[in-house]
């Protein structure tokens, strides 16, 4: 069956990077694009990207495009998420994906000095 | 971007009677391609969301037939004709037709 799971809880100060990884299992990796959405605690979802395993081209949202970085390595089936410059409002749980179909477990990432 | 509106924001149910979801979008949803990319979605506390219901009404795998999904263009709904237990939590409308993807705020529903 189709599983993603993620990378554990991370803990940040801010202005720093995360990277949290993705590792896609039970189906073609190629085929299926991976999204990453995230949700701040006690809010609602927030799209961040999209990464197209075939190739490796991606589309982020604009408000994240100049800290955001996804990537994907196809020989493990691993799709990473970096996020820079780390800010307090970053504080959220962020879930990759598939094709907004199945979903990881969700990564807890806390941005505090 | 598309803004998707749900109403209500929150809602209590008596087991065994139904509930309606609405979710309006800014722009319609209709893609050229004849498809309107309408998702919902159920998240239940602690957990990731989970698809219910694709591209307006069709159910996801695993979904209970009394959970059905409405609407054209700019206006959906989703309905649980009988709810149960297992049925709280946030219930999202999310659209793909066009970058980026976006959400509706969420309602939460509760057992009475």
């Known amino acids: 069956q189709v599983r993603l799971v993620q990378s554990g809880t991370e803990v940040k100060e801010p202005g720093a990077s995360v990277m949290i990884s993705c590792e896609a299992s039970?189906?073609?990796?190629?085929?299926?694009?991976i999204h990453w959405v995230r949700q701040a605690p006690g809010q609602g979802l927030e799209w961040m990207g999209v990464?197209?395993?075939?190739?490796?081209?991606?589309t982020y949202a604009q408000k994240l495009h100049d800290r955001l970085t996804m990537t994907r390595d196809t020989s493990t089936s691993i799709v990473n998420m970096e996020l820079s410059s780390l800010r307090s409002e970053d504080t959220a749980v962020y879930y990759c994906?598939?094709?907004?179909?199945?979903w990881g477990q969700g990564t807890l990432v806390i941005v505090s000095s | 971007d598309i803004v998707m509106t749900q109403t209500p924001l929150s809602l209590s149910v008596t087991p065994g009677q139904p509930a309606s979801i609405s979710c309006k979008s800014s722009?319609?949803?209709?893609?050229?391609?004849?498809?309107?990319?309408l998702f919902w979605y159920l998240q239940k506390p602690g957990q990731p969301p989970q698809l219910l219901i694709y591209?307006?009404?069709n159910r996801f795998s695993g979904v209970p037939d009394r959970v059905s999904g409405s609407g054209s263009e700019t206006d959906f709904t989703l309905k649980i004709s009988r709810v149960e237990a297992e049925d709280v939590g946030v219930y999202y409308c999310?659209?793909?037709?066009?970058?980026?993807?976006?959400f509706g705020g969420g309602t939460k529903v509760e057992i009475k």
């Open positions: 990464i197209d395993p075939s190739d490796g081209s991606t």
């Open positions: 994906t598939r094709e907004l179909g199945q």
């Open positions: 591209e307006v009404s």
């Open positions: 722009q319609s949803l209709l893609h050229s391609d004849g498809k309107t990319s």
């Open positions: 039970g189906y073609t990796f190629p085929s299926y694009s």
């Open positions: 999310m659209q793909t037709t066009q970058l980026p993807v976006t």
